[in-house]
């Protein structure tokens, strides 16, 4: 299942997100900064920076 965790780097989604990928989801998460993109591709992750109000730009990483 493809999967989009919006607050993956905050308490819930640091805990979520390795259980998602266990599970063998396909998951996507926002992170605004460089590391944390790296931190989750690292992981399997696809990490992308978007805003949660540009619905354009939030359709296009359904894609990804």
Do not use: Q, W, Y
């Not at 308490?11 to 990928?21: A, E, K, Q, S, W």
């Not at 354009?56 to 894609?63: E, H, Q, S």
């Amino acid at each position: 299942m493809r999967i989009f965790v919006t607050g993956a780097t905050g308490v819930i989604g640091r805990r979520v997100v390795p259980i998602l990928l266990a599970g063998r989801h396909h998951v996507s998460a926002i992170a605004r900064s460089a590391e944390k993109r790296a931190a989750f591709a690292r992981l399997g992750v696809n990490a992308v920076d978007v805003s949660l109000f540009a619905p354009a730009a939030l359709r296009r990483t359904r894609r990804a």
